[in-house]
């Protein structure tokens, strides 16, 4: 492995087009994200994130971009990785690591250690480049040499200051178990070479830290399991479940995204087909009024039965898989759980029937064993679209590999979700950073108000007249006029 | 005032036809109501409220009759009184009264003590004799003379056992203050007559009371500010917070009765109409849902960020009440908050645009300034349904005097949606009498796994096939095989 | 049979308040039909009725009580009975014959012949009576004795002209045959009563009529085959085939009217319900998206595959009824066809499923076979739901003995509907009457610019904001600027 | 200009990965296309179309090329050319030209003549090779040298044998005019290289003709004037308006392809946003749906009253755009008018609103105009997406330079749609090739059973169970048990 010498710009941004581009498309996300800009708006004079050092791991997508350009107006310095090999938009990420000011040649952005179709050892080594601010130092004569904030999504970046912290600790990084796959064995070595280098780089770190907050629900529950286990060393604010990020991402975002990827990889008029979606929570619901919204026959599959008797209350029919398997034409899998399309399940589908994935993991279709199907042979119609030949001579259409589709053949969650998203991410860095006495380590959700916030900031775009109450009003239903207005427990 | 003299049969069930027409609809009703009859099918054999001697206040309509029989085949005995005026069905009350195996002249049912119009003293009469259990401990040689569990909508049979309490601990009935309104002073005579019958009635009743479980908004807010000041003299369920009552109710029960009272009341044509919807929680989103379905055009308001945002996502318009009035045919209020729709609102509107109301009171329009209005005349169309003419020359039609429109012009919510509510009131007397042990003083949620019951008891009448999870799926999310499947502040 | 003795008032319209609620009602009606009052406003100076004398015949509601009174402000002279024995709302008769300006005891309105629940005698004795205008006659020291208009519902009016005359011709009624049923033989009795009076009157009638105006399929298929068969007298206008009446009466009236009557004969909640829906003709769509709209799932059944594929296309099941019978808890016969439900169908129906029809005849669903069914027996819940206990110890629901429910269980179509329909019929009867020239015996369909002037005559009411063409624009497209803008073949 | 030298394959098919791509998009796209499977199926054996050489001028994409081999597997040879310089798939090409068992070296398909972006004198070029079948007939000793059958779209084909024709007879191209366009330019040079070559060469084929049938709205405007005008030398079919054409390519095509266009272009969240749709025809009714379906507010604008009540009914808001247009975040045209939205309406819009064309021509938007304003600049964000700078300091986000979008920026209607249309074609084929006696001169439509049948064999491919009229059933309405089912004024 040969990784970049330095780390300021570890891609070709000298592609003045590249960057140009991506100032472009951030400028046009501008117009979709109003909740950022409308931060820059209120704090940009009041500078609150002055002196914050953000080690950043999150998708270095445009939107991020406009995201990185927010912390930054609010006083705020970044470091900033993709969390994931393959999510960075190499115009996003040129066009911030220029700067809107700066030129391929004299950068004026800020770090960004992220392309298009990272290695594992590449990954890993942008991860650890987030946490090393002594270039910043040197510059400004100052005495830390690491980030004071992680913005986290997935939990890696956090992760790698406490395994780092648990090695020091230790002493010694321990050998890769025999169990241990590809990935955990490039943290390992990670971890070695950072000891190797400094033996208390991550304990300092850990202490300098006032705390992370976390995007996704996988990082969220990492971090209630590590503050359970009593590991958690800085506290960390919960965005996943403000109600401005999980019900708009997961039911808006899905519905956005949902048709525009199975158009993308097929083409395949959706109108009359009939479509069997596997769950019905916040993602099915969002992909199932998606796919009638365009003339589809819904079925749903679920375990819950609240959520299976709000599918029928929907007006959806509401069957096993096994059930109706033949009769369907396009399957789509939002559960977060695993193996809920078998192979059995694949072996039954009609000819050419489009199984895809919009839920969580690959492994929420069962693609390890249609891999290793004897006989199954896999044809490339187009990068992201595959037909499996199968032995019973039918064929399928897996999209994306069996990975998120929204992601593989479309584009992820349009600018004006992810908007909400960060707008929360933005007052929880705010929140962590400026109120430290208020969070003693431990996980928390954002405060109502503030997810309230974040919604009235996305009003005015939508031509939205939002109503006030009267004092009179307020006291009859015992909110204050200016909200919170609903109980911790409300469901919306 | 003379209240009847004997407490069985307060009206006349000797009207053979009026017994046996509530029959009918109890049958009709019961195939509507599959959670009940599942309960009985699971229950029967076990009895487990044998023993349990019922308090039951809520209103005595046909539904309620399928409950109160439910209860019954588990072994409670119960009396039972309306907690609402006008809300007695009288064939129900008929039917209960005479028993599925009576007749008028031979009843064989349970007492019951309601019938349609009480007046305020009528009302509390009724509400007092679920009290007196003498004549069963007389005909059972029994030492107690009391119920042993409440079943409340509203929580007036609560308040009456803790006034009840404090007076006599007070040893004395506190004179009405002249603030004091109609039925507080109702009250206090109930009380005082008490109080000189037997002194520490209500002090035995408390004492001997294993819990209450509580349908609905109001008495739920009750019951937490009486644990709040230390008030509370046993545990009370609340009902209402379930998702299978509070989702259900709400959304799905208005999205049915909100357009058939619209057309029950002015068979007006729903379709092209423009209408206002005032609030966007779980009733304006039935509501909403339902004028869509309708052809309506629909404009929302609301005072909460995040439900407007969620309106706006919807595909909604969502405007103040005052910028749009004069363009709205129908307008419908549903926030539980008081003068959403105020007389300056009134004078603004169309010539014949219908003002209704399913949020909670009759104050949620201001009906008592439409009223004092000078100039304004009332004309009744038809029972419920009136004509206001203003002095500015228009018409309103304002349905159900301001009061809930869907139990007004329409029948409320239907038997499907009741058997929800009801199914979550049994299993919570269930739980309350056989684990008493489980539930100290204090104000509890049913257990997730009980909500998911109550849904899992409706879906085979839906054809529903539900899905179950493998063992490994159940490991991999960490639940178990048969739930609960989600966290306490999952949103659905 | 004892037949009122004047024509005047058939009724007891002395009942002052009876003639006062109607005329509240027509009072509202008014505001829901705006193409009527429209209609008043322009030709209200110019009289373009006078000296019109209609022979009316059609259901005798508040609704026509909008269109008599609109044809008499338009200068016309009308004497009125209803087409159908059930269909008059009593209060609207009383008001229509009272007139705005009259009393019970001194009528100034319009000569009515219609109650609810006639005989067939009583129902062909008013037939009979809008031909009769001998008292207007007598009052004017006019030539004539009958009406030169008709506007006809179902063609009873028309076909009592031409029977009449063909009597005359021969100089006798012909004997009922032995197949004749019992209105056959009515109609013979009418027709040879007149004969004995007076042996040319039809003649004289045919000859003076300027044409008819029919309102439905039924009368409009008489028409034409009459007109085929070389016989008919006079010419028509097919106001049924007006895209403003087949598509708005059709579509959405019954999305207003099946929830309606569903309602209010079941309060059986339509969410999360398996619904059949025979026919995806334009009432089947508009009972489809109904059911939709209110979280039904809703399958469809079809016989032409053009419409089977639009039902698809929409995204609705597409079945036979017997392969899915069994899952379907509410049945909707939207056909005009005959026995599409079957006997077998009803025996292999859910426990009290429902069944209904708004399609056309009760012969639709199969009511003889289940009246002939030995051990069926029929329990009324109330007036137009009826149990039928099968002997296979099921029971089914069947609403308004499978005659239309949206007229037996509801109110019918709202005003606003009619009065798409009842705009084209003014219209229709002003071009026959002022322009005869123009219409040689023959039917007709409404010229497509007043099908247009009708739509256009109801937007204001709906807040529509219409566009104008530009001169170039309607160049361009080669049409007027004023319209019409569509070829005839053009579907909507 | 360089014109091709020979006419087999004017493009690279050399490159065998181009026509083994399209080939496995041709087998893609065959499972979407039911309705021309089943007529190989059906009609393979009997061959109809032997004998018949037909010129084929419609896109030349994966659809056309199934349709193509659907022809040829009914006896037809064809040559082809696309009707639009843009619109063809090079991968498409390449595969009908190699054939399915041929290969680059040595191709066995149609002879194609259609590549992506022709220059005006390459198009005419491509549409006079298919007339040139001196090639097949020197193959086949035959006397003929053109083809017997035009298939059309647009009418171009048709056009020029006409022009041709007129040519010959009068012995000499006319000069163009000042005022003619280029492309009437480009024509008349081509007209005059044929004339030179061969004086009576258009007037053979003229009169070999049996037919042509054509495709589209354009086209079918175009036959119904030439005729009109007495000028039309053989008879057509008009594809167009088959309810299996007009209305499922307009509203289920648009409903499918305008979202898809909008995502692909901008990625912007429809859901929220306050959509402009000009005009309520079909193709505004498909994307009114569409929008409504992923939660946009949708705004129409209609000039027929028509069908502004239809969208009022149906729940729409009905402005004129003037009236809203500074709220309106997405334009979408949908009128085949011209200047429907103007620069002054431009001007108006909110910064970075969404102007797309799904209508006609690019002339729906005035571009010219927008064009030519001083001071307005034209940024190209990507291909087929430009901002426009204006000189208010706003700008907007103009899609495929104002041509129709989902062309330009999806990929047109999907494969299942087209299969209607083309299943039409085929069938129009067949009788107007089979049966010339039944066709003298002028433009038919489809007769409704064919109609019928395109519909039925689109069925089973949706799961669709058509139901049977039994004898009776069919007496009763009136119909064949087989069809036709519906009179020819119909509306669906």
Redesign the interface.
């Known amino acids: 492995m040969t990784l970049p010498a330095t780390s300021a710009l570890p891609f070709k941004v000298a592609d003045l087009s590249l960057a140009e581009a991506g100032r ?2 951030i400028r ?1 996300a501008e ?2 994200m109003p909740g950022l800009m409308a931060l820059r708006e209120e704090f940009g004079a009041s500078q609150p994130l002055a002196g914050a050092r953000i080690a950043g791991s999150l998708h270095m997508t445009v939107q991020t971009a406009v995201l990185i350009e927010t912390l930054v107006a609010l006083g705020a310095r970044v470091r900033w990785a993709s969390c994931n090999i393959f999510s960075t938009q190499d115009e996003a990420a040129a066009a911030i690591a220029v700067g809107p000011t700066g030129t391929p040649a004299a950068p004026a952005g800020a770090p960004v250690f992220a392309w298009k179709g990272e290695t594992l050892e590449e990954y890993w080594w942008c991860a650890e480049r987030i946490f090393d601010w002594s270039e910043e130092a040197a510059r400004e004569g100052a005495d830390w040499s690491g980030p004071n904030m992680i913005l986290d999504d997935g939990g890696d970046a956090t992760l790698l200051v406490h395994k780092g912290r648990e090695a020091e600790l230790a002493g010694e990084v321990p050998a890769a178990t025999d169990a241990a796959n590809a990935e955990e064995r490039v943290i390992l070595d990670t971890l070695r070479r950072s000891l190797e280098l400094a033996p208390d780089r991550w304990t300092r770190i850990a202490a300098e830290l006032r705390g992370v907050t976390e995007e996704t629900t996988t990082g969220v529950h990492r971090l209630y399991e590590l503050h359970a286990d009593g590991g958690l060393q800085f506290p960390a604010i919960n965005v996943n ?1 403000s ?2 990020k ?3 991402d997961n039911k ?1 975002g899905i ?2 995204s949902l ?2 990827g199975l ?2 990889a ?9 479509v069997f979606v596997v769950g019905y929570g ?1 993602v099915g619901k969002g992909a199932a ?2 796919l ?7 079925i749903v ?21 096994e ?1 109706v398997v033949g ?1 369907v034409d396009i399957f789509v899998t939002c559960t ?5 399309i078998t192979l059995d399940h694949i072996l039954a589908m009609k ?2 029937a489009i199984v895809s994935n919009v839920g969580h993991f690959d492994n929420e279709i069962d693609m390890a064993a249609l891999e290793a199907l004897p006989g199954a042979e896999r ?1 490339e ?1 187009k990068p992201q679209v595959h ?1 499996w030949r199968l032995p019973n001579g039918r064929s399928v ?1 897996v999209l994306s590999e069996g990975r998120l589709m929204n992601l593989g053949n ?2 992820g969650h ?4 992810m908007s909400n998203s960060f707008t929360n991410q933005v007052l929880a860095q705010i929140e962590l950073y400026t109120r430290p006495e208020a969070y003693p380590v431990g996980v928390y959700v954002l405060p109502k108000h503030l ?3 974040v ?2 900031l ?2 005015d775009a ?9 004092a ?2 307020a006291a ?2 015992g909110v204050p006029v200016e ?1 919170p ?2 109980v ?2 409300y ?2």
Not at 266 to 274: A, Q
Not at 303 to 319: E, N, T
């Open positions: 472009h498309q046009l117009n979709e479940d109600v401005t999980s019900k708009f808006y519905r956005h048709p525009d158009n993308r097929t083409d395949v008029l959706i109108g009359g087909k009939v916040d009024e998606a009638r919204g365009q003339g589809a026959r819904v599959s679920e375990v819950d039965p609240i959520c299976a008797l709000q599918a029928a209350m929907d007006g959806f029919q509401v069957a096993r898989l059930d009769e977060g759980n695993y193996h809920v000819h050419l044809i119609i037909e259409l479309a584009t349009p600018s004006f979700v997810d309230e916030k919604a009235r996305h009003l939508l031509g939205v007249g939002l109503t006030t109450l009267t009179e009003q009859y239903i909200g207005y609903k911790d427990h469901r919306y």
